[in-house]
């Protein structure tokens, strides 16, 4: 057994309670479940030091996920992803103390493999034969990809304009794959409508199950047991659908409830593009819920979502910790990817080059002191986005020589 404290799902509008021990989708008035844990039992039983002596995959905090017998537990040793110094780029933009939580190093090289590795565990153990999603590409690739060692099919539905490499790892884990004329929302409703025609599937698209934002949570216990159970001033996350920062919220809310944490929260900034910058909009306005981004396009493609279902959860964690909400340009956000390549050495996807983007641009305007602690989520390998740098270099002949070049 794995000593899941798994008590129980709520609305999150309504609070309304709900048996977390049947398979689940959105509440009655159509909002997230959220999953609860009893943990005054969890902080009777476990400590910080415990768990630093488990084996260093995401799993190390059952207690607080929701699989109840490890005989389900469908893994890739997916978690505990490097929280690396960014001495030399951080410098160059003001922020010294700048780390990078860098998810491109998990299995299927995105941080989506969190959610799909909890979420398809806990289908399985509910008896889910097989899950469909609509999808911007890499959380079908993930998600096809743990299906496909859960022995579950998969139906997964992407925009034309997905990654091609994401389109190839869906088929190659034997998912059923369509490729949609329109965008994710446009994908969604095709999806809906073939898990409504089929037994045994779950819908398991942003939100409209609960566990998938069970595996992102886990990147905020990490971050926090890397620094020694203290917390940095402020993490930036790249926000489409916004469940990683929801995540992270809801994370650092248990561990404060554990009493494994002290202290202010960190201030959680949500990163856009200017291409589809909804919960930008709303933060900015003061709105409680985003409206559709009309033409929304960017290309971070990962985070083209122009209506979260759970965008009040994300302007709710944003508030809460006196964080912000900010939108850069593609110009940008490409600059500093190839920037941080070039001064550290590691290729990021767009969506984690908006945050550094975000990260200089709250430097240069203050809202980020020089001496804050700030994390950066990258959120996925570079290597996904081959188009996103333009190789133009020299051909030689076999005759011709490279020139010489003095090095100071």
Same mark, same amino acid.
């Given at each position: 057994?794995?000593?899941?404290?798994?008590?129980?799902? &709520?609305?999150?509008?309504?609070?309304?309670?709900?048996?977390?021990?049947?398979?689940?989708?959105?509440?009655?008035?159509?909002?997230?479940?959220?999953?609860?844990?009893?943990?005054?039992?969890?902080?009777?039983?476990?400590?910080?030091?415990?768990?630093?002596?488990?084996?260093?995959?995401?799993?190390?905090?059952?207690?607080?996920?929701?699989?109840?017998?490890?005989?389900?537990?469908?893994?890739?040793?997916?978690?505990?992803?490097?929280?690396?110094?960014?001495?030399? /780029? +951080?410098?160059?933009?003001?922020?010294?103390?700048?780390?990078?939580?860098?998810?491109?190093?998990?299995?299927?090289?995105?941080?989506?493999?969190?959610?799909?590795? &909890?979420?398809?565990?806990?289908?399985?153990? %509910?008896?889910?034969?097989?899950?469909?999603?609509?999808?911007?590409?890499?959380?079908?690739?993930?998600?096809?990809? /743990?299906?496909?060692?859960?022995?579950?099919?998969?139906?997964?539905?992407?925009?034309?304009?997905?990654?091609?490499?994401?389109?190839?790892?869906?088929?190659?884990?034997?998912?059923?794959?369509?490729?949609?004329?329109?965008?994710?929302?446009?994908?969604?409703?095709?999806?809906?409508?073939?898990?409504?025609?089929?037994?045994?599937?779950?819908?398991?698209?942003?939100?409209?199950?609960?566990?998938?934002?069970?595996?992102?949570?886990?990147?905020?216990?990490?971050?926090?047991?890397?620094?020694?159970?203290?917390?940095?001033?402020?993490?930036?996350?790249?926000?489409?659908?916004?469940?990683?920062?929801? +995540?992270?919220?809801?994370?650092?809310?248990?561990?404060?409830?554990?009493?494994?944490?002290?202290?202010?929260?960190?201030?959680?900034?949500?990163?856009?593009?200017?291409?589809?910058?909804?919960?930008?909009?709303?933060?900015?306005?003061?709105?409680?819920?985003?409206?559709?981004?009309?033409?929304?396009?960017?290309?971070?493609?990962?985070?083209?979502?122009?209506?979260?279902?759970?965008?009040? %959860?994300?302007?709710?964690?944003?508030?809460?910790?006196?964080?912000?909400?900010?939108?850069?340009?593609?110009?940008?956000?490409?600059?500093?990817?190839?920037?941080?390549?070039?001064?550290?050495?590691?290729?990021?996807?767009?969506?984690?080059?908006?945050?550094?983007?975000?990260?200089?641009?709250?430097?240069?305007?203050?809202?980020?002191?020089?001496?804050?602690?700030?994390?950066?989520?990258?959120?996925?390998?570079?290597?996904?986005?081959?188009?996103?740098?333009?190789?133009?270099?020299?051909?030689?002949?076999?005759?011709?020589?490279?020139?010489?070049?003095?090095?100071?």
């Amino acid at each position: 057994m794995l000593n899941s404290a798994l008590s129980h799902l &709520v609305c999150s509008q309504t609070g309304t309670r709900y048996d977390a021990d049947v398979v689940q989708g959105v509440s009655a008035a159509g909002m997230p479940l959220l999953a609860r844990y009893d943990l005054e039992r969890v902080a009777a039983t476990v400590t910080p030091a415990d768990i630093a002596a488990r084996p260093r995959t995401l799993w190390r905090y059952r207690e607080v996920l929701p699989v109840r017998d490890e005989a389900n537990i469908v893994s890739l040793g997916e978690g505990m992803t490097p929280l690396i110094p960014l001495p030399s /780029y +951080g410098a160059a933009i003001g922020v010294p103390h700048l780390l990078m939580k860098d998810e491109g190093l998990i299995p299927t090289g995105t941080f989506k493999a969190r959610g799909a590795a &909890v979420g398809v565990s806990r289908a399985a153990e %509910l008896g889910v034969k097989g899950v469909a999603m609509p999808t911007n590409g890499n959380a079908g690739a993930a998600w096809a990809a /743990y299906a496909a060692r859960a022995g579950m099919r998969s139906l997964i539905a992407m925009p034309v304009d997905a990654p091609a490499i994401t389109r190839a790892e869906c088929v190659a884990a034997g998912a059923e794959l369509y490729l949609v004329d329109g965008l994710i929302g446009d994908a969604g409703k095709l999806v809906n409508a073939a898990v409504a025609a089929r037994d045994g599937y779950q819908e398991v698209s942003t939100l409209k199950e609960p566990y998938r934002l069970e595996g992102k949570k886990t990147m905020g216990y990490e971050i926090a047991e890397q620094l020694g159970w203290s917390l940095p001033d402020v993490i930036l996350y790249p926000a489409g659908g916004g469940v990683g920062l929801i +995540g992270i919220y809801k994370a650092l809310l248990e561990m404060r409830e554990l009493g494994w944490i002290q202290g202010d929260l960190p201030r959680l900034v949500a990163v856009q593009a200017e291409g589809c910058a909804p919960i930008v909009q709303a933060f900015e306005s003061g709105a409680e819920v985003s409206e559709p981004f009309a033409n929304a396009r960017t290309v971070a493609f990962g985070i083209t979502v122009p209506k979260a279902l759970g965008d009040f %959860l994300v302007l709710e964690a944003v508030r809460a910790t006196e964080g912000t909400a900010i939108a850069v340009s593609d110009a940008e956000l490409l600059e500093e990817q190839r920037q941080l390549a070039l001064r550290e050495g590691t290729f990021i996807c767009p969506e984690g080059a908006a945050c550094m983007a975000a990260a200089k641009r709250l430097r240069e305007s203050g809202w980020l002191r020089p001496d804050d602690r700030a994390v950066v989520l990258n959120t996925g390998m570079g290597l996904k986005y081959p188009e996103t740098v333009n190789v133009d270099v020299p051909t030689l002949s076999t005759d011709s020589r490279i020139p010489p070049i003095s090095v100071g």
